[in-house]
């Protein structure tokens, strides 16, 4: 599967952006997804994520209650809707799908998009 990821841009502190990924295949449904960043001199890290069939879902401590995945297993879509956007959310935004059914390991995504930057001013 391939993964394209966009709606990146810069954005005031407190404001909110919508990242979707788009990805080509058909068996996009037998994918769970994820969302990691990286920001510059640090680990690529684990944001959320998201089962197969969307009902099963994880949020890191630092986006809980803030960020929300969700996908849409007709278009082959994913997305991260980020509300009350912090300085520290400022990264490089990447979508990823494992064959697992639903995993937080960073070592079982296998497909990876190429990313969009996220800049949060305050």
């Known amino acids: 599967v391939q993964l394209q990821a966009s709606g990146g841009g810069l954005v005031q502190a407190g404001g909110s952006l919508r990242l979707s990924c788009a990805a080509s295949g058909r068996t996009f449904s037998s994918y769970s997804l994820g969302w990691f960043r990286q920001a510059p001199g640090k680990e690529r890290d684990l944001v959320t994520s998201i089962s197969r069939g969307g009902m099963t879902t994880y949020y890191s401590d630092s986006v809980k209650g803030r960020f929300t995945i969700s996908r849409d297993n007709a278009k082959n879509m994913v997305y991260l809707q980020m509300n009350s956007l912090r300085d520290e959310d400022t990264a490089v935004y990447y979508c990823?799908?494992?064959?697992?059914?639903?995993?937080?390991?960073?070592?079982?995504?296998?497909?990876w998009g190429q990313g969009t930057l996220v800049t949060v001013s305050s």
């Open positions: 990823a799908a494992s064959g697992r059914m639903f995993t937080k390991s960073i070592e079982q995504y296998d497909y």
